[in-house]
């Protein structure tokens, strides 16, 4: 697409990033990630503090503990990758409707999570390129995963830019592509059979040196995580051809051919290079010279987030799982507030011990981000249905929804902001319990007793005169549930009743009046007959005859 | 909103208790309705209801014994869709619900309704409350609301079988036993007529005894013979 801009969001090391943003309090510590628990499991990636102290990558986690003793282990989690990509990809959005999740890559740089945004036109937003990769580099870090961004003319080329200061970033996570580097360093350096292999390890060291300075970014550099690039050919010849992440095969043979890097590659005509190298050099060719691919699509519809954790150790009680929530509850409105949204109803799916499942739904009065509001929400649900087992896995997810926006009006008095409403409702759902706050509303009911209660969203109106100024009216106070009564009847009519309400003679009686209804159905069917009773205690009360049950009872009192 | 406005009362729709009261019950303070049942209290609560909620303001109603009827709200003027409901299902988390709705800052009116209210087991007057006739279980949060009420300009009005609120009371009002009027025949209910008297007012005159007449609203029909069944699905054509 001509003038296309599109913007990469990378995080080198996913795996480890997914792992600090769940535990943020680890991010100084020497923290190892292991593909599992036990101790002769493989060390997948380090932190800079335990690279400062030895620990290596491809370690099993016995000899890593023997290099630093207060090593970190934690097993790298799917679920916290995969929320953490998810994570990447509200970042996306915030900035640009047309974004794109590159699909988890096999080879060198399989720890990787990348995703694309269009940044074409968004200069008026951000004022520049440079304002809006900074944009995006501080809303992933806010959210836990420090990315580089790169922006350049194509994805391959914005994607290889991307992976270039990654490789020169100075942090956590080029621990792994450093020394994954070394792993391969044969195979990039062309280790030929029949050579001095020392000789070749010492040349293949100079090379890489010379890549890695080559690549790393000066000390000036404002922004070491961001790169702009204007003219994609002319960036791309001398990036070293790692960087196109070649399948092992294809790497040997472009360096036996003597190709280091991207320049080469991209010069060399694509009929010869197809004869020789096959059709898997076709895609490598393509990326060295920055084709266009299909253009990015619309962003999903949905605007459903979930975040999740697999429990190292089961957990038994509910204020350990409340402290889990609370870490869920934080990333999850984190994400939503990045574009804008509040939280909805609440998933809680809960994996139990002994394969049992829980899920539930937790309603939540008005969209809200404040997390003691929601937590609550979720301990009110899980102290009233306790899981039936110890939990080992939590999975949360909601549907964001549009925080009301505050419009004033100069006329009409000013209600209570939207933001602090929605958080004042959901808080005293929490405090009251589910579906005990809301507007009340009628229900579409013949029924005389019979109410609904709405969801609460006052909309600023006029005000209106009173219909009647310059008297009261009569109102009800309802009793619920209606209290059972002994009348006693002449010719039909109450004359004396005794109840907890009202007790004594009848002074005065009008009714009665009849109402029927639902009779098509044996539960809801009604017929009662109802009566204003005055009685000689002083109370003027309704008094109602169930026809079905044959029951005296009082449903309300005129107060 | 000018100053003025934001300091008007809220009236009550009664002529002569409005024009004791200065115009209503004040916005900013704490104000009380006491009485016995069939006194007039809760019409009092949803007259004040009716008309914040008509002046395009939002209100809410706090109550303990689940005894609001929105029936006869709406039958006595409320914009129920302005009404933010709170059933809470003990006192204390009523008196919580109050507090978070005054620091929302923006609510015209809180009704706080206590009346009704089961007995608590535990909680015993000190003696002296109990010679005043007061059950005075939470005495530190009355003094918390008022000065919340104060800061956010609305009006709170407690409403409840005795007085509970004491000194920390702007107004507080009493009303008396009622006498029901049935006329015709067969005989109909017409209203209710009594008194209300203002025991306190710190912003007016007081130990007035005000003559009130609550009529019964046209909307507030006792129920007729009718089916209940939905539009149109009726056979016998009733509805």
């Known amino acids: ?559 | 909103m000018e100053p003025e406005a934001a300091a008007r009362p809220w009236p009550t729709g009664l002529r002569e208790l409005d024009r004791l009261l200065g115009g209503g019950f004040p916005r900013g303070r704490l104000s009380e309705i006491t009485g016995p049942v069939c006194g007039g209290r809760t019409s009092l609560g949803h007259a004040l209801l009716a008309r914040a909620t008509a002046a395009g303001e939002v209100a809410a109603l706090v109550e303990v014994a689940d005894a609001f009827d929105p029936g006869s709200a709406h039958a006595a003027g409320t914009r129920l869709e302005r009404v933010l409901w709170v059933r809470a299902p003990e006192r204390r988390a009523a008196l919580r619900s109050v507090e978070h709705l005054l620091l929302a800052n923006g609510f015209g009116l809180v009704l706080l309704d206590l009346a009704g209210e089961a007995p608590a087991r535990t909680a015993r007057p000190r003696p002296r409350d109990a010679r005043r006739g007061h059950l005075e279980r939470t005495p530190a949060v009355w003094p918390r609301l008022r000065k919340a009420a104060r800061a956010a300009g609305t009006a709170l009005v407690v409403l409840g079988d005795r007085r509970c609120v004491g000194a920390c009371a702007d107004l507080a009002v009493e009303t008396g036993t009622l006498r029901p009027r049935f006329t015709g025949t067969p005989p109909l209910l017409e209203g209710l007529e009594g008194e209300v008297h203002i025991v306190r007012n710190r912003l007016g005159p007081q130990l007035s005894r005000v003559p009130v007449r609550w009529p019964k609203p046209s909307g507030l029909r006792s129920p007729s013979a009718r089916c209940a069944r939905p539009a149109g699905a009726c056979m016998r054509r009733c509805s």
């Open chain 1, 1 to 559: 697409m001509a003038g296309s801009r599109i913007a990469c969001l990378l995080v080198p090391d996913l795996p480890l990033a997914a792992a600090l943003r769940a535990q943020p309090e680890l991010a100084e510590q020497a923290v190892a990630i292991a593909t599992g628990p036990g101790p002769r499991a493989e060390i997948l990636s380090v932190s800079p503090e335990a690279a400062r102290r030895g620990v290596r990558p491809f370690t099993t986690t016995v000899q890593a503990r023997a290099a630093c003793a207060e090593l970190r282990v934690r097993v790298a989690s799917p679920s916290l990758e995969r929320a953490a990509r998810a994570a990447l990809l509200d970042v996306a959005l915030s900035a640009s409707p047309r974004v794109e999740a590159a699909p988890p890559s096999a080879g060198l740089y399989a720890a990787e999570a990348v995703v694309f945004l269009d940044a074409t036109g968004t200069g008026s937003l951000f004022r520049s390129e440079a304002g809006l990769a900074a944009a995006l580099e501080a809303r992933a870090t806010r959210l836990g995963l420090p990315p580089v961004v790169a922006i350049a003319g194509s994805r391959p080329t914005a994607h290889i830019a991307a992976r270039k200061l990654a490789r020169g970033k100075p942090a956590r996570d080029s621990v792994r592509a450093r020394s994954d580097g070394a792993r391969q360093a044969g195979r990039r350096s062309g280790v030929q059979k029949g050579r001095n292999p020392a000789r070749q390890a010492t040349q293949a060291r100079k090379e890489d040196k010379q890549l890695r300075d080559e690549d790393t970014p000066p000390a000036s550099d404002p922004r070491p995580n961001v790169e702009i690039v204007h003219q994609d050919a002319a960036y791309l010849a001398p990036l070293p051809i790692d960087l196109l992440d070649p399948a092992p095969p294809l790497a040997e043979a472009l360096t036996r051919f003597g190709i280091r890097r991207i320049g080469e590659l991209a010069r060399l005509p694509r009929s010869a290079l197809l004869t020789r190298l096959g059709a898997g050099a076709r895609e490598l060719l393509d990326l060295a010279r920055g084709a266009s691919r299909p253009p990015l699509p619309a962003a999903p519809a949905s605007t459903r987030c979930e975040e999740a954790l697999d429990l190292e150790h089961p957990l038994e009680h509910l204020e350990p799982l409340a402290f889990v929530l609370r870490g869920l509850l934080s990333r999850l409105g984190e994400r939503l507030a990045c574009r804008g949204l509040g939280c909805g109803d609440l998933d809680l799916r809960l994996a139990l011990d002994g394969g049992g499942r829980d899920a539930r739904r937790v309603g939540v009065a008005a969209p809200t981000g404040d997390v003691r509001v929601l937590l609550r929400l979720l301990c009110l649900s899980l102290e009233a249905r306790p899981p039936g087992a110890a939990i080992e896995g939590v999975a949360l997810a909601t549907e964001g929804r549009p925080l009301r926006a505050d419009q004033l009006d100069l006329f009409r008095p000013a209600g209570p902001a939207p933001a602090l409403l929605a958080r004042t409702v959901a808080e005293l759902e929490a405090l009251c319990g589910p579906g005990r706050v809301g507007a009340p509303a009628l229900a579409d009911s013949h029924r005389p007793d019979a109410w609904a209660v709405a969801a609460f969203a006052p909309a600023s109106v006029a005000p209106v005169e009173p219909r009647r100024p310059g008297a009261g009216e009569l109102s009800l106070r309802a009793l619920r549930p209606p209290v059972a009564a002994e009348v006693r009847v002449v010719a039909g009519r109450p004359v004396s009743l005794r109840s907890a309400v009202a007790n004594g003679r009848v002074t005065a009686v009008s009714g009665p009046w009849r109402s029927t209804g639902a009779w098509w159905s044996a539960e809801e069917r009604f017929a009662l007959d109802h009566f204003d009773v005055w009685t000689s205690d002083g109370t003027l009360c309704r008094l109602r005859l169930d026809r079905i049950g044959g029951r005296w009872e009082i449903d309300a009192v005129y107060d």
